[in-house]
């Protein structure tokens, strides 16, 4: 059971996950959840820096499409400045909103990874979708009430995972 939350990597921010690192492990799409891993939750847009990501991911081959459990409009005006498609009202944790970037993508779930700050939501997700997952760390500490719960429950999983597994640990 525990090992449905455990992440296949561990990063401190999306910016510590290279292109080369991606490309070493077959990995050549990544689904991304948006709130505090690309952009903090309680800002609009994104930064010049995750245009630079985006960019560098672009110049590897490597497509950047993001799931979110947010609407349509919060995601479309985040991305405003970016070309990146996305999938809203995902539903994390369940599978819907990865299998339909899978679906409507023809994605290889063996070359696909999702990158999010949630165990509970994104790496779970993930895990049930049998795709690779990358942990990374919230954007900022003070989440929206409606992930508090989550965050709580991780503390209690983080723990159980950092027992089971020796490779638990933030590159
Ligand atoms: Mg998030």
Redesign the pocket.
Known sequence: MISMFKPSWMFRDIYHVSPEFLAGNHIKYVLT?????LIP?NQIAGDEKLAEWLKEMKKYGIKVIVVSNNSYSRIEHALVDYDVNFVSRALKPLTFGIDRAIRKYSLNRKETVMI???LM??VFSANNSRINSILVK?LVNNDSWT?WFNRFIERFVFQLLKKKYSDIHWQ
């Open positions: 959840d948006l709130d505090n891993t939750w999010g700050d949630q939501t994104d919230p992930t």
